[in-house]
C-alpha cells in the first residue's frame, strides 16, 4: 500500500503562489490517478483536483480552473498542486490522495489513500 505526505503549506497574502508538495513511499505513484481536495474548518471536503497516472491529463473544480495546478514527476514520486492568486476562500488544508480508479474527465474517482494534510492560510 501506498503512504502519502504533503509538506509546503503555510501563512501567505492574497494574490499570492505556494506550491505544495505530496512525496509517496511503499508504491510507486504511477501506479494510481493522484488527486488533491481541502477542507476548511467547519466546512465539508472539497475536491480540487486530480491528474492521471501519465500525467496527460487534468481536472479540477470550477474554483481551482485558471489558478491552481496538479503536476506529477512518477521518477520522484511527487505530486505537486502549484496555487496562485490566492485568495482567503482557499484557506483549508488540503490533502492529496490516490486513487486506484481510471481516470475519467467528468467524474471523481474513489480515493483510497490520503495524506495527513497540510494547512494553507491565505491572509486578506
Known amino acids: 500500500q501506498v503512504q502519502l505526505v504533503e509538506s509546503g503549506g503555510g501563512l501567505v497574502r492574497a494574490g499570492d503562489s505556494l506550491r505544495l508538495s505530496c512525496v509517496a513511499s511503499?508504491?510507486?505513484?504511477?501506479?494510481?490517478?493522484m488527486g488533491w481536495f481541502r477542507q476548511a474548518p467547519g466546512k465539508e471536503r472539497e475536491f480540487v483536483g486530480a491528474v492521471s497516472r501519465s500525467g496527460g491529463s487534468t481536472r479540477y473544480t470550477e474554483s481551482a480552473k485558471g489558478r491552481f495546478t496538479i503536476s506529477r514527476d512518477n521518477a520522484k514520486n511527487m505530486v505537486y498542486l502549484h496555487m496562485s492568486s490566492l485568495k482567503p476562500e482557499d484557506t483549508a488544508v488540503y490533502y492529496c490522495?490516490?486513487?486506484?480508479?481510471?481516470?475519467?474527465?467528468?467524474?471523481?474517482?474513489?480515493?483510497?489513500?490520503w495524506g495527513q494534510g497540510t494547512q494553507v492560510t491565505v491572509s486578506s
Open positions: 490522495a490516490a486513487s486506484s480508479d481510471r481516470y475519467r474527465d467528468n467524474t471523481v474517482p474513489v480515493f483510497g489513500y
Open positions: 511503499g508504491r510507486a505513484i504511477a501506479y494510481y490517478v
